[in-house]
């Protein structure tokens, strides 16, 4: 049986591998919301991030501090299969998956893992 992975755990490693100067905090609940929406973990993801240095936030703008992007060479897994989009709900035959430390993250089709990685 596999363990399901902390959501807020994925959450800060989501948030510390952005690719972006800066972004407007709806465009990181956007992401956040790929692993929760609960408006509760997506806080203490929020914070947490903050905590760890990850993120700064002036506002409503949120600015990425950690600089260690995901490769897609490295850091992103596709898989052919019968998947749903964590981010828009579209049926997929190939699924682009993040590997982070708390776990996998995704599935996702190919341009919604370009806009939560930040490539889009």
Known sequence: ?????????????????????ELPLSDVVDRIETISTHPETTRAILEEAEKRGHITREGDTVRPT??????????VVERDGDFEC???????????????EAGEHGPFGSSCIRKVTGRE
């Open 66 to 75: 950690g600089g260690q992007f995901l490769s897609f060479e490295s850091d």
């Open 86 to 100: 964590r981010r828009c709900g579209a049926s997929l035959s190939t699924g682009y998956f993040m590997k982070l």
């Open 1 to 21: 049986m596999t363990r399901e992975a902390d959501p807020v755990e994925l959450g800060v490693q989501l948030l510390a591998r952005l690719e972006h100067t």
